[in-house]
């Protein structure tokens, strides 16, 4: 399996040492735009990205999900920052756009 890794210089040494690629990014602009590319080329089956940038990606993630494709997976890690909870309300968010109502945990 194919794993690209996108994020500041130590999230993405963390999983270098894995034997994932790395693609180093430090604000949400530069990870939108590195997974933009990312995405295109096709490459890769995995890719992380801190769960900070979840809605700075989220576009490109819901691109991909709207056109039916199983790959790339999106793994949203929390990093040294730590858990934000924000992919926690996107989940909230797209769950309830699915069943009509407001999700209220």
Do not use: Q, Y
């Not at 690629?21 to 602009?29: L, Y």
């Not at 096709?42 to 989220?58: C, K, W």
């Not at 199983?70 to 909230?92: Q, Y």
């Amino acid at each position: 399996m194919s794993v690209a890794v996108v994020g500041s210089s130590s999230f993405v040494s963390c999983f270098e040492l894995a034997g994932a690629v790395g693609f180093e990014a430090g604000s949400g602009e530069e990870v939108a735009g590195v997974l933009s590319d990312l995405v295109e080329g096709s490459n890769f089956e995995l890719i992380i990205v801190p769960e900070r940038f979840a809605d700075d990606t989220f576009k490109i993630r819901s691109l991909i999900m709207s056109r039916g494709d199983v790959t790339p997976v999106f793994a949203l890690v929390p990093d040294l920052t730590g858990m934000s909870g924000m992919r926690l309300e996107e989940l909230k968010r797209v769950i309830s756009l699915a069943i009509g109502a407001e999700l209220e945990l």
